[in-house]
């Protein structure tokens, strides 16, 4: 199977060279390009991609609101958010809207072609320690949360159990090792707690556990 991939970004040295490492491999195909969030608006609706990766900061219609758009719209392609640094609050904010993970735009070729395969298949992009310092810097300074229970009063205690792991940046591998389980286990109580949370992603999974304080 082929992935679709469209490109945002103001900046067309960018996008270039994005496309050329993109037309390198054998199941990615760049089916359209875009400066700006307008741009990518038409250019998804047109091509339906797969993926976008979506710049921030663009004239006009920023990525921010280009993301939560194309998320809620009738071709809901998986957006990953590219930033030039990790502490970026700008990153935060197009997760909170439906983003899949962030990459730094200076990333190897490698990890740019996995970030594409990964999101398609369902899991996030962005290292759980770059992650944590993301949401504890910009998080860990916003208001005290309501109590937890009232948000997560849904789940199970496994359930709960599992969310906080997720929150503290383990991987599906690692909480199963934690709490010996299988790895398909814990697939399918994520799968369960993303249901009853009406989360999108592990990504938003893991922003309201930090709303929540399960990463303490």
């Known amino acids: 199977m082929t992935l679709r991939v469209v490109l945002v970004d103001d900046q067309t040295l960018v996008r270039t060279g994005f496309r050329l490492v993109l037309d390198e491999t054998d199941d990615i195909e760049v089916v359209g390009e875009a400066a ?6 038409d250019v998804v ?15 006009g219609l920023d990525g921010i609101e280009a993301t939560r758009r194309i ?5 809901p392609a998986k957006v990953i958010i590219l930033t030039t640094f990790d502490l ?24 740019l ?32 949360p309501p109590p937890a229970d009232e948000r997560l009063a849904a789940l199970t205690g496994r359930e709960r159990e599992i969310l906080t792991l997720v929150t503290r940046g383990l991987s ?19 799968g369960r707690i993303l249901a009853k949370l009406d989360l999108r992603d592990r990504v938003q999974a893991v ?6 304080g399960l990463a303490k």
């Not at 700006?36 to 608006?41: E, Y």
């Not at 962005?126 to 300074?141: I, W």
């Open 172 to 190: 599906n591998a690692e909480i199963a090792v934690a709490l010996s389980l299988a790895e398909s286990t814990v697939k399918t109580h994520l």
């Open 71 to 75: 998320r809620t719209g009738p071709h």
């Open 113 to 144: 072609v996995n970030a594409v395969r990964v999101v398609v298949a369902g899991e996030a992009v962005a290292a759980p320690s770059v992650t944590r310092r993301l949401f504890a810097h910009y998080l860990g300074r916003s208001p005290a």
């Open 36 to 41: 700006d969030g307008f741009q990518a608006l």
């Open 45 to 59: 609706a047109r091509t339906r991609p797969d993926v976008v990766l979506m710049d921030v900061r663009m004239p």
């Open 207 to 212: 922003i309201l556990g930090y709303e929540c």
């Open 88 to 111: 970026d609050e700008y990153v935060l904010s197009g997760l909170r809207a439906g983003a899949s993970g962030f990459l730094l735009k200076d990333a190897l070729a490698a990890d």
